[in-house]
């Protein structure tokens, strides 16, 4: 594995799981890019949802979340975005409030992690 992938390893990825739907680091980086360029739109339309109380489309959105996520074995991430899709369709509503910010949270370190490793 390219010492580079280490680093996101070392951060929690689960970089094989990613490999194993990707197929190989070239193709892992290039959905990796797209996913971070994408990120700020995605977690502000979750933001959106979430402010108006659209919950159908709030779900629909943090589904969509997690399977990024799990794509890319950010399983930290895919587990949160897991969890509000879940409580979102049981229509647990106080489980959402008071978890998103723990999903925000999450959402900014991954961020974080990827942008300084595609800076590397």
């Known amino acids: 594995m390219d010492s580079k ?42 933001k959106q949802k979430f402010e108006s109380k659209d919950w159908p489309n709030y779900v629909i959105l943090v589904h969509a979340l997690k399977s990024n996520c799990k794509t890319l074995g950010i399983m930290s991430l895919a587990d949160l975005a897991y969890n509000h899709e879940m409580k979102g369709k049981e229509n647990d509503i106080n489980y959402i409030y008071e978890h998103v910010n723990e999903l925000f949270t999450k959402a900014n370190e991954i961020y974080a992690i990827i942008d300084a490793f595609l800076k590397m």
């Open 5 to 46: 992938l280490n680093f996101l390893k070392e951060k929690g990825f689960d970089i094989d799981m990613g490999l194993s739907y990707l197929g190989d680091e070239g193709m892992y980086i290039e959905i990796l890019t797209d996913f971070k360029n994408n990120f700020v739109n995605q977690m502000n339309d979750i």
